[in-house]
């Protein structure tokens, strides 16, 4: 890419920026980021957490916003219920999901990591700025990890660990909402213990798990452990849009000397302060080129405009560019490749949004009783005997009417005629024929089931005879 990333200047490459040699953990104590993006990542991060915890407390159509209910297989997004039987559209929407995430990261980075996984959410916006307040900026951080054991730093110690327990419980809690819907969750939390012992097992468990991330294991789950983390260096290519140091106009970096100008020695725009480096929360650095460690969170750009600011030199050596646009000399600008994934995101948004939309309220199926042949009836009839099960996945009653649509003759209906909401039913149905109107071995049959005289869904099967 460029000269100054040679052979030499890559052995950064080599390990993880947070751990040394002898492979030990390199604690992060990051400087607290300033600037305009960092508002907008508070602002759009808090929004999120918002959303986050009232999702399974909000309601629509008498059902929480957001349900995953594995093991009961029942599934809630914005009021809509998603039955086993709808998995087919919830395969679909899994596979859209993904396309849609590989499409967007090979548009547009990491951004999702930086700004909207709840993982950095909780880490930067929660935990971290609880640490800011207890032990202090990274400084003071780093003084008091040094620092033996006193009433202060025991002080400190309790009170930061505490707080991250609590929260990290609230999380868990959180979770299980999702999992197990919002009133079990009440119910394990107000019943006696002996009554929900797995459930409150389950809390402590998560607890323990979420408290150990963000306490201990931190930065480490994006650097080493997120697979979607892991599949960047597949993803990215030099047209992506990342976080990017601009090496052309950043090299050779280093604050110019008296002499250095004197002997006409021209510098790059980075004076080599490394504040960059110092707001990273994977601490690694940028201006070593693309590395899986960046989350593109976005800090050390502002980071780098307050020096550039205070420079009087232009904003932007750290920018949100391509590494090509960087080659290139070019400013963000939208090239034709990304303007086509962008209009495939948004065609799969409208393919996946169209798929909930057309899915019906209702799911039936008809089928002819096993074992049984026709019947002779009298009045030159016969007779075919069918079950049938219907599951309403609307969110209201359904007075259930089912009718014979083709061909012409009669049926018998018995079941359950009122299919309360999020319920099925079953029953059976006599269906009589006109002999002369039968005139093959297995003719159509079409039904319509009703509510109040309204079409909800036909169904096609096949009458015997002979
Ligand atoms: S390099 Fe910049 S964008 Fe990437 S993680 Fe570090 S601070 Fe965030
Ligand atoms: S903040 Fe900017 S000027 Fe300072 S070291 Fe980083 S890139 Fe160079």
């Known amino acids: 890419m460029s000269e100054y990333l040679n052979e030499e200047n890559n052995t950064f490459r080599d390990n993880i920026s947070t751990v040394n040699k002898e492979g030990k953990r390199i604690w992060v104590h990051a400087r607290k980021p300033k600037g305009k993006l960092y508002n907008y990542r508070n602002i759009f991060g808090y929004f999120l957490l918002a959303f986050l915890f009232l999702a399974p407390i909000l309601k629509i159509n008498g059902e929480q916003l957001i349900l995953i209910d594995i093991l009961d297989r029942r599934f809630v997004f914005f009021g809509i219920i998603f039955w086993p039987q709808d998995f087919y559209l919830f395969y679909l929407i899994m596979l859209a999901i993904i396309v849609f995430i590989i499409v967007f990261t090979v548009v547009y980075g990491r951004l999702f990591c930086g700004w909207a996984c709840p993982q950095t959410i909780f880490m930067e916006l929660v935990f971290r700025k609880i640490e800011w307040l207890i032990d202090g900026n990274h400084t003071e951080q780093r003084k008091l990890k040094a620092q033996r054991l006193n009433l202060s730093k025991i002080w400190k110690r309790t009170l930061k660990h505490s707080i991250f327990w609590i929260i990290s419980f609230l999380i868990s809690n959180l979770f299980l909402a999702y999992l197990v819907g919002t009133k079990i969750l009440i119910h394990i939390i107000t019943d006696p213990v002996s009554e929900h012992l797995s459930g409150f097992v389950s809390i402590v468990l998560f607890a323990s798990v979420f408290y150990f991330i963000f306490a201990w294991f931190r930065e480490q789950v994006c650097t080493i452990m997120c697979p979607y983390g892991r599949l960047q260096g597949v993803l990215l290519d030099s047209n992506s849009i990342i976080v990017a140091y601009d090496y052309k106009r950043g090299e050779p970096r280093g604050a110019a000397r008296k002499k250095e100008i004197e002997a006409g020695i021209v510098k790059g725009d980075c004076i080599d302060c490394k504040l960059c480096v110092q707001v990273c929360p994977t601490s690694i650095d940028i201006r070593n080129g693309n590395q899986l460690e960046c989350i593109n969170c976005t800090a050390c750009i502002d980071a780098c405009n307050s020096v550039m600011k205070k420079q009087k030199k232009p904003l932007g050596l750290i920018r949100y560019a391509s590494l090509k646009g960087i080659q290139d000399g070019q400013k963000f600008?939208?090239?034709?490749r990304n303007v086509a994934y962008t209009i495939f995101l948004i065609f799969i948004l409208v393919f996946t949004t169209s798929l909930f939309i057309n899915r019906g309220s209702i799911e039936t199926v008809i089928l002819r009783t096993p074992g049984m042949d026709y019947q002779e009836q009298p009045?030159?009839?016969?007779?075919n005997l069918y079950n049938f099960k219907i599951v309403n996945k609307s969110n209201e009653d359904i007075s259930l009417e089912i009718k014979l649509l083709e061909p012409k003759g009669h049926i018998v209906v018995s079941g359950e005629t009122l299919l309360k909401y999020s319920s099925k039913t079953e029953g059976i149905i006599v269906v009589y024929?006109?002999?002369?109107?039968v005139?093959?071995?297995?003719?159509?049959?079409?039904?319509?089931?009703?509510?109040?005289?309204?079409?909800?869904?036909q169904y096609e099967t096949n009458f015997a005879y002979k």
Not at 333 to 336: H, M, Q
Not at 379 to 383: D, P, R, T
Not at 433 to 437: A, H, P, T, V
């Open 439 to 457: 005139k093959e071995k297995k003719s159509k049959l079409k039904f319509g089931i009703y509510h109040k005289d309204k079409l909800l869904e």
């Open 433 to 437: 024929l006109n002999k002369n109107d």
């Open 333 to 336: 600008k939208l090239t034709t």
């Open 379 to 383: 009045n030159n009839e016969i007779s």
